[in-house]
């Protein structure tokens, strides 16, 4: 699977958000964090602002929900418009349900996995979704520090992929670099968030060049 690059718009301006969609026109997708202060100590946005984005940008919406009730919240996503929609396993309480709704509103259908939840457990889902993302940082907050004790549970879900035999893509988020990305890529990864070091960049379209060559390199 080629190299996607998905720039996390909680690193960028929240008053200045078409702008930061508009600078990265070399972006795979747009990440968006939905963050509750419930699932994860911090709050960031919600649907409406979703709804406005989707109407600024043509960049696809890769919609990271960290809140803790995403069945009642994740189909809204999807039918809303976003590209994809990632629930996190330790949040779903019916996430069969919940992948199958996303996908049925026309989406692609994501299972997050906090740094200490092992990827094993999930295997019986992976008919149900259509990526993997692994968080690399507690999530909440950008800029944090890549956390490398992941990149075995990385290792080990690429394997589950592929003997699953489907087309899942497997995405790292938090702490994702120039200098993280190789580690995350030879482990097995294939679609890359990056927060600060895209909007922290003097020319975030030029961070996703970098990013992206350093990923295929791998
Ligand atoms: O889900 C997240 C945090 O919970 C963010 O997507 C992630 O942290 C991106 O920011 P950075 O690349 O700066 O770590
Ligand atoms: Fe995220």
Same mark, same amino acid.
């Not at 301006?13 to 994860?40: K, S, T, Y």
């Not at 996908?103 to 008919?127: F, I, K, M, Q, S």
């Given at each position: 699977?080629?190299?996607?690059?998905?720039?996390?718009?909680?690193?960028?301006?929240?008053?200045?958000?078409?702008?930061?969609?508009?600078?990265?026109?070399?972006?795979?997708?747009?990440?968006?964090?939905?963050?509750?202060?419930?699932? %994860?100590?911090?709050?960031?946005?919600? =649907?409406?602002? +979703?709804?406005? $984005? &989707?109407?600024? !940008?043509?960049? #696809?919406?890769?919609?990271?929900?960290?809140?803790?009730?995403?069945?009642?919240?994740?189909?809204?996503?999807?039918?809303?418009?976003?590209?994809?929609?990632?629930?996190?396993?330790?949040?779903?309480?019916?996430?069969?349900?919940?992948?199958?709704?996303?996908?049925?509103?026309?989406?692609?259908?994501?299972?997050?996995?906090?740094?200490?939840?092992? %990827?094993?457990?999930?295997?019986?889902? =992976?008919?149900? +979704?259509?990526? $993997? &993302?692994?968080? !690399?940082?507690? #999530?909440?907050?950008?800029?944090?520090?890549?956390?490398?004790?992941?990149?075995?549970?990385?290792?080990?879900?690429?394997?589950?992929?592929?003997?699953?035999?489907?087309?899942?893509?497997?995405?790292?988020?938090?702490?994702?670099?120039?200098?993280?990305?190789?580690?995350?890529?030879?482990?097995?990864?294939?679609?890359?968030?990056?927060?600060?070091? %895209?909007?922290?960049?003097?020319?975030?379209?030029?961070?996703?060049?970098? $990013?992206?060559?350093?990923?295929?390199?791998?």
């Amino acid at each position: 699977m080629a190299v996607q690059i998905s720039p996390s718009i909680l690193s960028a301006d929240f008053a200045r958000l078409a702008e930061a969609a508009a600078a990265v026109p070399n972006a795979d997708w747009l990440h968006v964090d939905v963050m509750d202060n419930h699932f %994860v100590p911090n709050l960031t946005l919600g =649907l409406p602002v +979703v709804e406005s $984005l &989707l109407k600024a !940008t043509s960049t #696809p919406l890769d919609c990271h929900l960290m809140i803790e009730d995403p069945d009642r919240w994740a189909p809204a996503y999807a039918e809303a418009g976003a590209g994809s929609v990632t629930i996190h396993v330790e949040a779903a309480k019916a996430p069969v349900r919940t992948l199958r709704q996303i996908r049925a509103a026309g989406a692609r259908a994501g299972l997050a996995l906090n740094p200490a939840t092992a %990827v094993e457990p999930y295997e019986d889902l =992976l008919g149900e +979704v259509d990526m $993997l &993302l692994m968080m !690399t940082v507690e #999530p909440g907050f950008g800029g944090q520090r890549f956390l490398d004790i992941v990149l075995p549970k990385i290792r080990r879900a690429r394997g589950l992929i592929d003997g699953h035999g489907g087309q899942i893509w497997l995405q790292v988020d938090g702490g994702v670099s120039a200098e993280t990305i190789e580690r995350c890529a030879e482990a097995g990864a294939d679609v890359f968030v990056a927060g600060s070091a %895209v909007y922290g960049a003097a020319d975030p379209a030029r961070a996703i060049d970098e $990013l992206r060559s350093a990923a295929e390199k791998a």
